[in-house]
């Protein structure tokens, strides 16, 4: 029997998953997810993600691994999670009735072979008052988050556009990600 592993232990990647009633183990990989500045937002993804994949692969080879990561990018400077009130607060004003992109990158581990790909959304944000912003931050929802929302939560009512992959900016472009395992071998029951 073929074993799909995740190799995250994010909510929203793992309920994806689930929505595709695949048989599946998580395996959280404590990884480095530093990264060199200089890289594109595309290589940052895909690097990270692989990073996070390979751990878990090197320990299960015979598995199919998957490694997601994801990253927002405005105006060409990243905005990774939130380190507190202050930090959420100044990513959200910035991204205030404006249009960011949103890339996730995933890494695939097959007995055989790595894939590596990553999909670009462009979302636009609604102009936010202080208030809005604020509200959202004592929910406590920006915490875990790259640029500090999560689309399909409370942030939701941030976005006026989305040009893309949904799926992509809550952590994991389902369809192509499905493509890509069966690609590698896996086999789908449908």
Do not use: C
Request: hydrophobic share 35%; aromatic share 12%.
């Amino acid at each position: 029997m073929q074993r799909l592993i995740l190799a995250s232990s994010s909510p929203r990647r793992k309920e994806l998953l689930e929505n595709l009633h695949l048989n599946f183990e998580i395996s959280s990989s404590n990884v480095d997810e530093s990264f060199d500045p200089k890289l594109t937002p595309p290589e940052i993804v895909m690097e990270l993600a692989a990073r996070k994949a390979r751990f878990i692969a090197e320990k299960q080879p015979n598995a199919y691994v998957i490694g997601s990561d994801t990253v927002v990018e405005l105006n060409g400077k990243i905005l990774g999670k939130p380190q507190d009130h202050h930090d959420a607060y100044s990513m959200l004003a910035e991204l205030s009735g404006k249009t960011h992109s949103v890339f996730t990158g995933v890494s695939i581990f097959s007995p055989t072979k790595e894939t590596q790909f990553y999909e670009k959304t462009d979302v636009t944000f609604w102009e936010l008052s202080h208030e809005e912003i604020e509200f959202y931050i004592q929910s406590g929802e920006p915490f875990d988050k790259a640029g500090s929302y999560g689309i399909q939560q409370l942030g939701s009512y941030f976005v006026r556009e989305i040009k893309g992959d949904y799926f992509a900016v809550v952590g994991l472009p389902v369809a192509r990600t499905v493509r890509e395992l069966k690609k590698s071998g896996y086999l789908f029951p449908y």
